[in-house]
Nanobody, 122 residues
Framework: VQLQASGGGLVQAGGSLRLSCAAS????????MGWFRQAPGKEREFVAA????????YYADSLEGRFTISRDNAINTVYLRMNSLKPEDTAVYYC????????????????WGQGTLVTVSS
């Protein structure tokens, strides 16, 4: 199984980015896909998740509606659209795949990508 995250970079506060995660080696449409992030010196935290059908999405409360997760099962890809970025959003963002019911626990996710760095300057 491979999860390849991309789309990170340097952006000014207030800007936007779209992260992508291309999956291979698994039945993508059977998995809940999630995004997590880890800032320097902090623990990895839940950002967003989307169920296999794309019908249900979940977000960390702290995001205040700025991020949107989506998926395209036809091309085995999950996205994270990030708007109104803030310096505190600076982190390495990881995509992950889960067959479990609990979408915001790291331990629910069996497969992880390598991460993509997002840096938001003030």
């Amino acid at each position: 199984v491979q999860l390849q995250a991309s789309g990170g970079g340097l952006v000014q506060a207030g800007g936007s980015l779209r992260l992508s995660c291309a999956a291979s080696g698994l039945t993508f449409s059977s998995y809940t896909m999630g995004w997590f992030r880890q800032a320097p010196g902090k623990e990895r935290e839940f950002v967003a998740a989307i169920r296999w059908s794309g019908g249900r999405a979940y977000y960390a409360d702290s995001l205040e509606g700025r991020f949107t997760i989506s998926r395209d099962n036809a091309i085995n890809t999950v996205y994270l659209r990030m708007n109104s970025l803030k310096p505190e959003d600076t982190a390495v963002y990881y995509c992950a795949a889960s067959r479990g019911d609990t979408y915001d626990y790291l331990s629910s996710y069996a497969y992880w990508g390598q991460g993509t760095l997002v840096t938001v300057s003030s």
